[in-house]
């Protein structure tokens, strides 16, 4: 393995856990204030200081539906970011192509998928409440690392698939 490799590598693990706890505090501090919201007399014209409900009137339920999704974008991330450490400590030891991985994978990306639905969901209940008949939130990159994660997961299995072949040919 290269320097560089090595060196994100290394990185990688401290990093995955520094996420993995900011997620936790992102996703306990909605939650809070998914809670808050409904013992805050006059929420949100009052904590934002200005009156959003005058213009548009579901603006406290659809502020309390994005929260929500919030939230369950933030466990999704969560499990996202669970799998992804288990593949770095695989690299680590220097067996990363195995079929668990690949599933690991395949997990990833179909939560990154989730996320990316996640996004039209929230584009769409701002549509609804804030700017009628505007709904943006496409990206094509995000739909380009979802197939990519599909992709990879695919030549994971194949090589830890060739890699058993190998050792039954030994």
Known sequence: M????????????PVIKGLTILNILYA?????????????????QRPLGFDLTHAHPQAANGLRAIVIIGV???????????????????VRDGDPFTLENARR???IAWRVLALEVLRFVVAA????????????????????????LFVLSGVFAQGARMRADLEGTV
């Open 2 to 13: 290269n320097q560089t490799a090595t060196r994100a590598l290394a990185v990688a693990r």
């Open 28 to 44: 306990l501090g909605i939650a809070s204030l998914l809670v808050w919201s409904f013992f805050i007399q006059g929420w949100p």
């Open 72 to 90: 369950i974008g933030a466990a999704i991330v969560h499990t996202i970011l669970r799998r992804l450490l288990a593949i770095v400590d695989t």
């Open 105 to 107: 994978l395949d997990a």
């Open 125 to 148: 209940i701002a549509s609804a409440v804030w700017e009628e008949g505007r709904i943006d939130g496409f990206s094509i990159a995000s739909w380009f690392a979802v197939l990519l």
